[in-house]
């Protein structure tokens, strides 16, 4: 294998051979294939994509180049993953919903950065909670009381996280193979069976069009099926946060509530789309009333509180939760219908008072946060409350109020996306 | 300027603004830049091209980047490129013609690599010859004599040179913007007002098809246009080598027949083209007949051997150069007529026989070469003598040999491309 006959394969837009892109990634994680070679060979992807094949494979090599969890002695292995959105707790309810149900989720998960919050972070909101499992804790624990969830290691598909850093540096992040193979590597190489790929569209989201999230999502569920798991995908609106909490302890308060059967209509409706897909693709079955039910007869709020407690997590803390003591309200300065609410620049007023992360590392308030008043298609007045602000004070509140200027388009009514927009099977 | 944007910008088919562009190169070579921006910028530009504009810009940037050779004082400066033949002995002759005519040529040349020679290397075939002129040395002789060649500074156009290297390790050298950028920059630093290029198309050419060889040349007339050069382009056909003469000692040979009104057809009908070009760019008032009457007259010779002199060449010996002293004969294997003979082949023959470097500051033989017996269109027997081979022996013989195996196309007349394709202004 020679790296400028690769690279040059790509700029003609030939297909690689399973041993040259395998010969060239290793290459590079290894440090004998320069980055700057890397470098052109990425943007060559961007300019002439890969062939579902050549995306599948780059994807099990990525996978392979570090470690790979084991699940096979597990039943019904499933695992969930959100391309990002904000106020998105449903991992939170999802997992301990699927566990109730025969489902097995022992799950690697991100901390959050820029706008959008990680579940981990989210869950450190519960005083005691371990975040960090080790292997055999997580395994016994997933065995146990089939929901396990913990940070994300470092050994976990490496070459991704050298290709991703090289990507971010060199405006080659966005490529439907190089993303869908970035997502699935982690995702092979944590082991489960089935999955259920949550694909956010919308402003506050990676994929701004419906289009490209198709792409996306039809790319993700093509490897899963070269690769042999049973993958699916959920196209889902972020044209406003989902549900009426963004932040981390407001969100774990509105994933109780969604766990107990209440909760806001929204969050609940997709977590039983997403829940159902996945136990369904995991071959267990069950419809989504089944699942409802789960929620209703108080299954899933008592797995919840086994496994926050098997993780340290102080289950009487859970209805007290620290909320920053401090409010401000945001509100309309027009009447009309609300016809979006820019998520991201809710997540980054959330940020802005503490509570997200500018560089991995950065400490962060899980306190603060935001309650959203007002969903797209609800009727506002001029001097409505449209979001609520909660702080500690000082000076971040006015660049949190500035951050969420313009959020809000009020106007007269015109054709709106549904929540969910389609399963990509 | 942000590089990452930079990189965005060209990724999404957009023309850099001239100060972007000279911050990004001008940060790459000052070591700001990484390579790896750099590369995925490159191929960046390979899928989305550059603009006439853009193309300009970045050569003025690359050859303000080092020295600058002021040929202000001089009258009728002018340069000649070649994209690289093999046989090619066109500079030796025009160089003095062109000064035999008021032109004053003070040209930087390249040395060879490959399978093609390098003008400075033939004309150290002639013993005492000195490569490497001083700057005062190399201006004062071309003021008094109009005619100076020298060997290639490092300080020029420096940025091309390193740009040039991240190309060639990442298959981004085929590129229009690019080649003609890298070529007209170092032109543009070495001062001349009038330039013509000789751009080769054909199977021992850079450029393969007529096509590509066209849209090069457009770019770099165009560049000359934006700098305020008089530049000129001729297309001319690489289907077989130039003149009959391949090697060293034995181009400097015919180009001195050529001097004296003799010479090749097809080397004497090419220096007459790219001469009278270049001077009528120059704005010397003169025709094709009056270019040929100084080869004729003995003015371009007399200018040859002074300027021969000038440069510590020992005149006396230039009709007893020395020839290696071997020959050996590669025949026709059929009859018919010839339709092309493999130029590329027939260097890397004569590189085989010691004649050739594979890398930069390899020693190579002056006096070994080849001689081409027939010309496309010419009728050959089976058994017939196509190239007669100088060598000194050895086992490099075979290899030459073999090089040369299949290197010639027989058979019945079809449409030949003429030696000139046409004539770029």
Not at 39 to 62: F, K, N, P, Y
Not at 304 to 317: C, L, T
Not at 333 to 359: C, H, I, W, Y
Request: net charge negative; hydrophobic share 45%; with cysteine.
């Amino acid at each position: 294998m020679n790296p400028v006959e690769v690279i040059l394969a790509k700029r003609r837009g030939e297909e690689h051979a399973h041993d040259d892109l395998e010969a060239f990634v290793l290459g590079f994680v290894g440090g004998e294939i320069p980055d700057y070679q890397v470098a052109a060979w990425l943007m060559a992807v961007c300019w002439r994509g890969m062939s579902e094949r050549e995306t599948a494979d780059l994807t099990r090599i990525m996978a392979a180049s570090g470690d790979q969890l084991d699940l096979a002695a597990l039943p019904h292995t499933l695992d969930k993953h959100s391309t990002g959105g904000v106020g998105d707790k449903t991992t939170i309810v999802l997992a301990p919903l699927v566990a109730s149900l025969g489902g097995t989720i022992a799950k690697m998960s991100g901390r959050g950065l820029g706008h959008t919050g990680g579940t981990i972070d989210k869950l450190e909101s519960i005083p005691g909670f371990r975040a960090t499992l080790s292997e055999s804790e997580f395994l016994r624990q997933a065995r146990d009381i089939g929901v396990a969830v913990t940070g994300q290691s470092g050994e976990l598909a490496p070459a991704d996280g050298l290709l991703y850093a090289l990507r971010d540096a060199t405006a080659t992040v966005a490529s439907v193979p190089l993303i869908a193979s970035s997502v699935m590597s982690k995702k092979l190489a944590s082991g489960a069976r089935s999955l259920v790929l949550d694909v956010k569209v919308g402003h506050g989201a990676f994929m701004k069009s419906e289009e490209e999230a198709r792409a996306l999502a039809g790319a993700m569920v093509a490897i899963g099926r070269h690769a042999g798991r049973n993958v699916r995908a959920v196209l889902s609106n972020m044209d406003e946060p989902l549900g009426n909490a963004v932040g981390h302890a407001v969100e774990v308060i509105e994933a109780l509530a969604t766990l107990r059967g209440d909760g806001p209509p929204d969050v609940r409706a997709l977590v039983l789309v997403l829940a159902t897909e996945v136990l369904q693709a995991s071959g267990l079955d069950l419809d989504e009333g089944d699942v409802a039910a789960a929620l209703a007869d108080g299954r899933a709020a008592e797995r919840f509180e086994r496994w926050i407690a098997a993780q340290g997590g102080d289950v009487s803390a859970l209805d007290a939760l620290e909320v920053a003591p401090n409010t401000s309200v945001w509100r309309a300065t027009s009447s009309g219908e609300l016809l979006a609410l820019d998520a991201e620049r809710v997540g980054l007023a959330v940020a802005r008072l503490g509570g997200g992360r500018r560089r991995k590392g950065d400490a962060i308030d899980l306190a603060v946060g935001a309650h959203v008043h007002v969903k797209v298609g609800d009727h506002v007045s001029a001097g409505d409350a449209l979001v609520t602000l909660l702080h500690r004070g000082g000076s971040a509140v006015e660049d949190a109020l500035l951050a969420l200027e313009g959020a809000a388009r009020i106007g007269s009514s015109e054709v709106r996306r549904p929540l969910v927009l389609d399963v990509v099977r």
